[in-house]
C-alpha cells in the first residue's frame, strides 16, 4: 500500500496508509446475449481487481468490448454485479443511497438526451440535485460554453454535447469522478483545455475515474493506469513505468544501403557512437537515424498483443545490424 507522510504536531512525522476511494476484489459479470445459434453467455467481467487512492487520477485502458464501462457502471451503481466486492467511497454501490451518490459525478459513454432546455437552464436545474455545487456559470465556463450558455441543448454540436456532459458531471463537485470516454469529438484545443481542467480538480482533491481510447490522454492525465483485457487486468502501473523498464528501451533505427536496421538499447548514445565510427559517413554522418522511445501507446499495444510489427517499426529485413554484437542488456533486432 502507498503511503504518504503525514505531518504531526511537533517535529515528529509518521507514516499513515493513503485513503481508498475505490476497492474492487474479484468482480464478476455475465451477460446473456441471444445470437443466430440461440443464447450464450459472455464474461464481461471475469475476475476483476482494482484499487483507486483519493485524490488521484486513475485511467481504465483496454480494447472495446474489454469490460471497461460494464466496471465502471457497477462502481457507479447503475449496474448490477453477480460476484466480488466493491466499496466506493467506503459502501456498496449495490446499496448505497442517496448522500454517497451525491459525492459521485458521471460523465457516461453516451450522451444524455437533452431536450429543449437550454446549457444555462440545464446545468442550473442538475446542480439543485446537489447539496453542495459549483456555481453553474462557473462550470459552464470551466467546460468552454459560456458563448453557448443560451443555447438550446438540441442545437449542439457533437463536442459541445460532450462538454456539456462533463459540465453535468461536475457540477455537484463531486468526491469521485466518472468520466467514460470523456473527450470522444473534442477538437485537440477543446481536449487540452478539458485536460487542464481535470488537473485541477484533481489538484482541489476529487478523485478521478477515467476510461479513455486516447492514449495520450491517460499519458498526460492519469496518476495511474490500468490495462484490462477480457474482463481481467493484464497490467497496472503508472503510464511511464507500464509494462516493466523494458519496454521503454529506446530503439535506436538506421539505414545501411538503403535497408533500414535497428536495436533496442538503454544505451543509445554508445550505440550511436559506435555505429558513427562504423558506418557513419563524413562527418560521422548516421543516414536515416532516429531514436525513438516507446511511448504509452507502443506498450499499451504490446500488452494487448497489438503491437507493432518489425514492418511497422521500419525494420523490414531483418538484417542483423553492424552493432548487433554489442553488450547492450536489452538489444533486440528487428
Ligand atoms: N447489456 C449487455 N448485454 C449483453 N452483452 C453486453 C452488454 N453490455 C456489454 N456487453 C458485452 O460485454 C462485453 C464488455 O462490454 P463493455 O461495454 O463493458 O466493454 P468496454 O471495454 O466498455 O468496450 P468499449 O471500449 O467498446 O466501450 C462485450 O463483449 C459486450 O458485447
Known amino acids: 500500500m502507498q503511503t504518504e507522510r503525514a505531518p504531526v504536531r511537533g517535529t515528529v512525522e509518521r507514516v499513515r496508509p493513503r485513503d481508498t476511494a475505490v476497492s474492487v476484489r ?50 457507479e451503481g447503475f449496474r448490477d454485479r453477480d460476484a466480488g466486492e466493491v466499496s466506493v467511497l467506503g459502501e456498496d454501490p449495490a446499496r448505497a443511497g442517496r448522500a454517497w451518490r451525491a459525492r459521485i459525478g458521471v460523465v457516461q459513454q453516451d450522451s444524455r438526451d437533452l431536450g429543449e432546455l437550454t446549457v444555462a437552464e440545464m446545468v442550473g436545474a442538475t ?116 509494462g516493466g523498464p523494458d519496454a521503454r528501451t529506446p530503439l535506436v533505427s538506421w539505414l545501411d544501403g538503403g535497408a533500414r536496421r535497428s536495436l533496442r538499447t538503454d544505451r543509445p548514445t554508445e550505440a550511436v557512437a559506435r555505429l558513427a565510427r562504423e558506418i557513419g559517413g563524413p562527418g560521422g554522418e548516421i543516414p536515416g537515424l532516429t531514436i525513438t522511445r516507446p511511448t504509452l501507446e507502443d506498450v499499451y499495444l504490446d500488452l494487448i498483443g497489438g503491437g507493432r510489427t518489425a514492418a511497422e517499426e521500419g525494420a523490414g529485413t531483418g538484417a542483423e545490424t553492424s552493432a548487433g554484437s554489442s553488450d547492450e542488456s536489452s538489444e533486440a533486432r528487428r
Open 26 to 75: 474479484g468482480l464478476r459479470k455475465t451477460y446473456r446475449s441471444r445470437g443466430a445459434g440461440g443464447t450464450a453467455r459472455v464474461a464481461a467481467v471475469d475476475g476483476l481487481d482494482l484499487h483507486v487512492e483519493r485524490g488521484e487520477i486513475f485511467a481504465v485502458l483496454g480494447p472495446n468490448g474489454a469490460g471497461k464501462t460494464t466496471t465502471v457502471e457497477i462502481l
Open 127 to 242: 446542480a439543485r440535485y446537489y447539496p453542495v455545487p459549483g456555481e453553474p456559470a462557473e462550470v459552464i465556463e470551466a467546460v468552454g460554453l459560456t458563448e453557448h450558455a443560451r443555447k438550446r441543448t438540441r442545437a449542439l454540436s457533437g463536442g459541445q454535447r460532450r462538454r456539456l456532459d462533463v459540465a453535468l458531471g461536475i457540477v455537484g463537485r463531486p468526491d469521485l469522478l466518472f468520466l467514460d470516454e470523456p473527450t470522444t469529438g473534442f477538437d485537440p484545443q477543446a481536449r487540452r483545455s478539458f485536460w487542464d481542467l481535470v488537473t485541477g480538480l484533481r489538484d482541489d482533491g476529487a478523485t478521478i475515474l477515467l476510461t479513455t481510447h486516447y492514449l495520450e490522454e491517460a499519458a498526460y492525465l492519469a496518476d495511474r493506469v490500468v490495462v484490462i483485457d477480457h474482463g481481467t487486468v493484464v497490467a497496472s502501473g503508472a503510464p511511464d513505468s507500464l
